[in-house]
Every structure is written in structure tokens, then in C-alpha cells.
């Protein structure tokens, strides 16, 4: 098993250097891949800021990466209940941090922090301070 770093994970998607991408679709094509959470956190907002990809391109890509053989991503079930709230408008980070509190209520100040999951009913309870 190998693991990828934000930068080969990102080079795999937008395939903008060629010699960069021939290298990790070599390591891809040999191996499983290992890809912590924190590299996804860290691909998200290269690929939303640097690369202007939207919400939903962003869905469809994570989604695709949790569906594809030989890829074991860390917490998957974690992973996909952050894209579910995601799916409904949370901030891909707060998603990520919520899914990794388990039974732990989240304490914020941020009155967004996964809000229509919330409302929904889909996300662990929040606690949002207004001092």
C-alpha cells in the first residue's frame, strides 16, 4: 500500500503537468492507495481556491475517490457523512471536523457551522455559542 500526498491526489484530477501526472498514474496502476482525511481536507481547498472547482465538482470527485477500487481512504464512513452534510451546503472543514467529533458535541461560535444539516436533522447535535 502506498499513500498520496495533496499534490499527487490534485495532480490526478486536473492533470495540468504531464510528466507529474505519468508518475502517479505509475504508482496508482501498481498499488493500493492510502489517502488520509487530512490530504482530502488539504485537496478541497487547493482544488475550491487554486482551481476554482465548485461545490459540486468537488462532490462528484470525493464521492468518485470513496467508490474507487484499490483506494482505501481514511475513516471512509467519516468521510462520507462530511460529503453528506457537504451535499447539503456545510463548509467541506467543518463537515470533516464534525464527522471526527463521534459522540462528542461540537462546541462553536460559527452559527453556519453545518447549518442545513442540522436544521435537517442529519448532523450530530452542535453547540453554537452567541456571546
Known amino acids: 500500500m502506498i499513500a498520496l ?22 504508482l496508482i496502476a501498481g498499488d493500493t ?9 488539504e485537496t478541497e481547498w487547493v482544488l475550491r481556491a487554486r482551481y476554482k472547482r465548485t461545490p459540486a465538482e468537488l462532490l462528484n470527485f470525493f464521492q468518485a475517490l470513496l467508490e474507487t477500487d484499490d483506494t482505501e481512504i481514511e475513516a471512509a464512513a467519516e468521510v462520507r457523512n462530511a460529503l453528506d452534510w457537504y451535499a447539503q451546503g456545510a463548509d467541506f472543514a467543518d463537515a470533516l471536523h464534525l464527522a471526527a467529533c463521534g459522540s462528542a458535541v ?21 453547540r453554537v455559542w452567541a456571546v
Not at 33 to 41: A, D, G, Y
Not at 106 to 126: I, K, L, N, Q, Y
Open 33 to 41: 492507495v492510502f489517502i488520509p482525511r487530512t490530504v482530502l481536507l
Open 106 to 126: 461540537m462546541h462553536t461560535f460559527d452559527r453556519d457551522f453545518c447549518a442545513a444539516a442540522r436544521a435537517a436533522g442529519s448532523a450530530p447535535e452542535v
Open 5 to 26: 500526498d495533496t499534490n499527487m491526489l490534485v495532480r490526478a484530477l486536473v492533470a495540468d503537468h504531464p510528466d507529474q501526472v505519468a508518475v502517479v498514474r505509475r
